[in-house]
């Protein structure tokens, strides 16, 4: 009796701390929110300039209040009034129709910054139709969750800089990188699995980016498979084996895309199939980009057409709606529309992205690939990032946010003073 007393007592006094934490967590929450909308405040002064930073969370608190502060301090002629619309977790779609179609005529911004895409999914599915589950209201829920990725991240990443080595590498190398990737001439094939495996080994923690896939993929296919097709079936194990590449570093449903891609343009459709199937283990979403291949009865594929798709993965819902946001705020007269880069990636993926737009001729681009080159190679990369879930990029620290919001005062300033 005593001991079911005990345990009665014990799950009583659990569930009731759990019930205070999250009501705290809720308190905390509210009061946030609170602080956000008071500093997001609507100033109607003809003389303050208004802009409007949309984003998820490496925008949420993160650098537009360092930026409403550096405008603060070296503005000569105009005032400016900061607006943080970052939302952590919140896809493209989301900042369109709850943002931007709700609350832009509410702000009137002179200018819309935006940091959009990393939520993005492969898919055409409308945000409003992914209803979020009851639990993930609960701020104890996200707070576990929260603090699980924080542990993972922390054990991915113990040595951040070694995760970022390909920021460094050499053009030259990046050059002849692509060379092999495009290379159709097989006398080479040797020649070329002797540079990869070379450049492996001196950037060992190099971030496995879309180009070097297929350099990797087209000598080791013709020169290592082909010569045993009659009894050879790929393995991810030999691939991993022969370069002496860690499995962390792969993009595995891309690398299995170009295998089953590489076995049809041989004609050998059970190893095609088994890799289109295997990628699909990696990624479910990878059956947009491996439809054509599964469909063997269509003499009608565009190898190029699907190369392109591939190198695109990713990309798929953010130009659309990109393009609908920006429309949508020239429509209500921004006078200007400021696109900007995540940390280290190339601007000219982004206005690929944007070059159908027809107010592409309108729009202010900002890179923040050279800016954070040079700061990697003055700091460590944990003094720039606070994770790398982005591969090359993350979620940044005070430093980084300081180094976006530099870069984007700098650009501002031009246009006013």
Request: charged fraction near 25%.
């Amino acid at each position: 009796m005593k001991i079911l007393k005990f345990f009665s007592l014990t799950i009583i006094g659990i569930l009731l701390s759990l019930l205070i934490l999250e009501i705290s967590l809720q308190i905390t929450g509210f009061t946030l929110t609170t602080i956000k909308k008071f500093r997001n405040k609507i100033i109607n002064d003809p003389n303050t300039i208004t802009i409007l930073c949309l984003g998820e969370s490496t925008t949420d608190g993160q650098w537009p209040p360092i930026l409403q502060k550096i405008l603060d301090e070296k503005s000569k002629n105009k005032k400016f009034n900061v607006i943080d619309e970052g939302h952590a977790g919140k896809n493209t779609e989301y900042l369109f129709y709850e943002i931007i179609e709700k609350k832009l005529l509410k702000y009137s911004p002179d200018i819309i910054i935006s940091m959009i895409g990393a939520n993005d999914d492969l898919s055409d599915k409308p945000y409003i139709m992914q209803n979020e589950h009851w639990y993930y209201k609960l701020r104890l829920y996200r707070l576990i969750i929260l603090i699980k990725d924080h542990i993972e991240n922390k054990l991915k990443y113990t040595e951040l800089n070694k995760a970022l080595k390909d920021i460094n590498v050499p053009e030259k190398v990046t050059e002849k990188i692509k060379e092999i990737s495009h290379n159709t001439d097989e006398t080479k094939n040797s020649e070329n699995l002797y540079l990869i495996k070379t450049i492996i080994n001196d950037y060992p923690d190099m971030g496995w980016y879309d180009k070097m896939i297929p350099a990797l993929v087209n000598p080791y296919f013709t020169e290592i498979i082909l010569k045993k097709q009659n009894k050879y079936v790929f393995k991810l194990d030999d691939f991993l084996k022969y370069y002496k590449l860690n499995i962390k570093n792969l993009a595995l449903s891309k690398i299995y895309i170009y295998f089953a891609k590489k076995f049809f343009e041989q004609k050998d459709i059970d190893n095609a199939v088994r890799c289109a199937k295997t990628a699909l283990i990696y990624d479910d979403k990878s059956i947009m980009h491996l439809q054509n291949i599964l469909n063997f009865d269509n003499e009608e594929i565009n190898i190029d057409d699907l190369d392109e798709q591939i190198l695109n993965q990713g990309y798929c819902i953010t130009p659309k709606i990109y393009k609908n946001i920006i429309s949508y705020c020239h429509k209500n007269n921004i006078k200007y529309y400021i696109a900007m880069q995540y940390p280290t990636l190339s601007i000219e993926l982004l206005m690929e992205d944007l070059k159908n737009s027809p107010y592409y001729d309108k729009l202010i681009f900002i890179s923040n690939e050279e800016n954070f080159k040079q700061a990697l190679q003055k700091y460590k990369t944990e003094e720039i990032f606070r994770d790398l879930f982005g591969v090359s990029w993350g979620h940044c620290t005070e430093l980084g946010n300081t180094i976006i919001a530099e870069n984007v005062a700098e650009t501002v300033l031009k246009l006013y003073n």
